[in-house]
């Protein structure tokens, strides 16, 4: 509230918010690059989310590849179905993802494609993230022999580093020719890496997308693509790609006005702002605002005392899980998520997604009053409100629950790790009870 009081709140006119905004906007892209050490040239932009993020590397394909605009097709692989944002996939085809769109509200009924993205010069192909065993499908290679059947088209390949139980490619992908050839997309939007990491993703001209929402706690809808040098470069020399529909209200333009994207995209800025100049996304500011202070609390933390914190927590909590073999398992450990399944009362299987939903209602309510007869350490475990990630389905025979650190919490256990780690605790003694108890808790009132 305090952006919004000191900066916006007094503002009379649209041409005064308008102006505002621009000077937000260009102080947040600032903060962000100095808060991940971002190398100087890459630039920063704003969007809404990760989902429509996707829509940029396409433009900005057409950009780096001028015969994109002239009928050579766009191949655009996403990796990691069911483990990424469940728009990502429809965004990258050129589709609407919900809907609205994030500046002008609901679409006209039976809108379902953005206008300048159809489906004569884009191609979206999906790989799921797993076999439905649950075995992890080695999707860079799988995409690198889709796109070596369409060597007539332009591929822009995407590597996904932790998707939502933090599973990550084998390969980033680099832009190949600062993106004349190809188009590396690195979808890092949990924001669960390390700067070196990051830094070497821009260094290979792959567009990385990114959200604060995520790791960093930010409110939902809080997104930002970041352009590497070189590609920056060829953007900030290039004209704005066609089709001209592609900038207006019912396409990009729906999504991004001229003060969110960086000083690169100059020539796209007249087109992006539309005749009227009245797309100003005051929500996003705030949420980046927001995000922003997690984001500057934590890097004044060195990276590799915050890697290492990080490994210690999944360790720990890790060892919680496991010390429950008869409800639980660590089915999968990535880093700041522990992803657990929960077995059925019965030790016949594992709870299923649509039980994990009822398991991830019970964990925010006080339960303990469904349950007759329990022990001190039950009753205290099902009273204790805890808020955990939501089910993914990973499997037919299963799905998961996620313990997940994030940028507050880190920052907390940095100080004081025995007070994180006791919450952590309640929260798997919670999840164990429940188990143990879920046919009465099904039966009650919850």
């Known amino acids: 509230m305090k952006l919004f009081n000191e900066k916006l709140a007094s ?24 808060a991940l050490q971002l190398p100087e040239g890459v630039e920063v932009v704003l969007c809404p989310s990760g989902s429509d993020a996707e829509y940029l590397p396409i433009a900005i394909a057409r950009a780096l590849q001028p015969d994109t605009q002239n009928g050579k097709k766009i191949v655009n692989i996403v990796t990691q179905l069911k483990e990424i944002g469940a728009g990502t996939n429809i965004a990258a085809n050129g589709d609407y993802f919900s809907t609205h769109a994030a500046l002008y509200g609901r679409l006209s009924d039976g809108v379902t494609k953005l206008k300048g993205f159809n489906e004569e010069s884009l191609e979206e192909i999906s790989i799921p993230a797993r076999e439905r065993s649950g075995e992890v499908l080695d999707a860079s290679s799988i995409a690198k022999e889709i ?26 992908p680099a832009s190949t020719d600062a993106g004349s050839t190809s188009l590396g997309v690195v979808d890092a939007c949990q924001g669960r890496f390390s700067l070196e990491e990051l830094h070497s993703w821009l260094e290979q001209d792959s567009i990385v997308l990114f959200t604060g929402s995520k790791f960093y706690q930010a409110p939902p809808f809080c997104g930002a693509i970041f352009i590497p040098k070189n590609i920056a470069e060829k953007l900030r020399n290039s004209p704005p790609p066609g089709p001209i529909e592609m900038y207006g209200r019912d396409s990009i333009g729906g999504f991004l006005s ?34 922003l202070e997690g984001m500057e609390k934590l890097a004044k933390t060195p990276n590799a005392m915050q890697v290492n914190a990080v490994n210690e927590w999944a360790a720990s909590v890790t060892e919680m899980v496991q010390d429950h073999p008869d409800q639980l398992d660590a089915w999968c450990v990535e880093r700041s998520i522990v992803s657990i399944r929960l077995k059925k009362e019965d030790k016949s299987g594992w709870l299923s997604m649509s039980e994990l939903r009822d398991v991830y209602r019970y964990m925010s309510k006080d339960v303990s009053s469904a349950i007759s007869q329990l022990s001190p350490e039950e009753k205290e475990a099902l009273s204790t409100r805890c ?36 919450e952590d605790r309640m929260a798997v003694r919670k999840l164990s009870a429940i188990a143990k108890h879920f046919t009465a808790l099904k039966q009650s009132k919850f």
């Open 11 to 34: 503002l009379k006119s649209q041409e005064e918010v308008e102006e505002a905004l621009r000077d937000i906007f260009d102080n947040q892209r600032t903060r962000i690059a100095s």
């Open 147 to 172: 796109a070596e059947k369409q060597l007539d088209a332009y591929p822009i390949y995407h590597g996904v580093f932790g998707g939502k139980t933090g599973l990550r490619d084998s390969v980033m």
């Open 258 to 291: 001229d003060k969110e994207v960086s000083s690169c995209f100059e020539n796209w800025k007249p087109l992006l702002r539309g005749p009227d100049g009245d797309a100003n996304n005051v929500g996003l500011a705030l949420r980046w605002e927001a995000g």
């Open 387 to 422: 808020f955990i990630g939501q089910p993914v389905d990973v499997a037919d025979s299963h799905a998961i629950l996620r313990i997940a650190l994030g940028a507050e919490s880190l920052s907390n256990y940095l100080e004081n790790p025995s007070s994180t780690l006791h």
